[in-house]
């Protein structure tokens, strides 16, 4: 019964200091937890904890990233890095929700532990800064849908701005194939 198992391993290692390695099939006291004797320790190695690359940043856009402290948030995930190595899931599961929930207002991180990233995530995706023709100011992908059928078929307007606010979050495969139809 693994549940009692877990039950007896929490209780040896309260009351007694007492750890178990199931995979080495080995034991040591440690009062608190976190001296590993060195004998054990190069047995164990650093496992998948050893090597890890450091976190990074994805930058997003210059308002969203101004409102996250990037060094704190580096340092909430490396600190839960060491809870994680040390089996603390309550502790890092802690970090990981101070982390995700540290820049101001209403955005939130989203963090990735397979590539060691973070990024701020909104419940709508930051604006792509795309050009058309030749225009130096930068246009959402709805205004320049709008700019080329104005362009090139300027009956269709209305149709296309019912088209963009029917279909939110669509803008861009509408502009390829308006770019596709238009612009070849």
């Known amino acids: 019964n693994y549940d009692a198992s877990d039950d007896m391993r929490e209780e040896l290692k309260l009351k007694f200091g007492v750890h178990l390695d ?3 099939k080995m034991w040591w006291v440690s009062p608190d937890g976190r001296r590993v004797p060195d004998t ?9 904890w050893g090597g890890l690359k450091e976190w990074r940043q994805i930058p997003t856009t210059r308002e ?11 340092g909430l995930l490396k600190q839960r890095d060491i809870a994680r190595r040390e089996k603390d899931f309550a502790t890092a ?13 209403d955005l939130y991180l989203r ?19 795309l050009l058309y023709g030749r225009q130096a100011e930068k246009k959402t992908p709805a205004e320049q849908c709008i700019e080329i059928v104005s362009e ?7 149709e296309i701005e019912i088209m963009l606010e029917r279909f939110p979050g669509r803008e861009y495969s ?3 194939k308006l770019k596709q139809r238009y612009l070849k």
């Open 22 to 24: 199931d995979r080495l």
């Open 40 to 48: 054990i320790a190069e047995i164990k190695g650093e496992g998948r």
């Open 64 to 74: 969203n990233d101004a409102c996250v402290n990037a060094d704190l948030v580096n």
């Open 93 to 105: 599961d802690a970090l990981l929700e101070e982390a995700r929930t540290s820049p101001d207002g």
């Open 111 to 129: 963090i990735h532990d397979d590539s060691r990233t973070w990024r701020i995530w909104t419940d709508r995706p930051p604006p792509r800064e």
């Open 152 to 158: 090139h078929a300027p009956e269709k307007v209305s």
């Open 174 to 176: 509408i502009l390829k």
